[in-house]
């Protein structure tokens, strides 16, 4: 580790520590998580401050919010890192806690925040219709306190997609997971040809959804829906997590049927 960097990450950390007090906690060498409260409601960034950081590169970092939208949450990740960009090379932790702090504070009170959840969800749960297809439900993967399950099903369009992810929310902990990243892809009969309708989203899990895809391809998946559930257990994982959620697709694509031996 460059010296320089090692010594503004211990500066970094008698501050961040004096300023957050309880709410600062040591994990393990390097790694810390800052727990972030307003209008009761509550966000936890869990921070590795890596060898190159902060002169070469930036922490890693996860958030761990159960009750937000993911949309939400994808937004704030973007903001963190708009953030970042706009301090290269400085230490950057306080200025993100600060930003979740005023993200938090504009979202309002949770009796707000509540009434709109139970709205969505409600209008979630009325777009599931009894012709959901059957979904199958893979084997849990454990590392380090963090836990993936991946969920497949055969789909024939987007509107299939959208509503089986709708009936994996009305299960509350996986409502609740950390991250519920997806890819599917789909043959469609045009009076051009066969074309392949494919997608993916992240959910706060950078890149996490284009691998999933990009597995989907080269396993030549047509006509399926894959989600990994994530909950993140507050260790970073780093790359081991791609493995993870690697093998909980391929898993749950076996245990459905849809891998054929050729």
Known sequence: MNIDNKIKQAEEVEVLAAIYGEDWITESENSYNIKIVENSLEVILYVTMTPGYPAESSPKYELSAPWMDRKVKAKLY?????????????SIIYQWVEKIREVLQNMGTPKTVDAINKVVEKINISKVTLNCPEITHGQVITDRKSTFQGHAARVHSVEDVNTVLDKLKENKKILNATHNMYAYRIEKNTKSGVTMVQDCDDDGESHAGSRMLHLLQILEQRNVVVVVSRWYGGIQLGPDRFRHINNATRQVLDEAGFLTKK
Do not use: A, P
Request: hydrophobic letters at 25%.
């Open 78 to 90: 973007t903001d963190l890192e708009e953030v970042y960009q706009q301090n290269l090379g400085e």
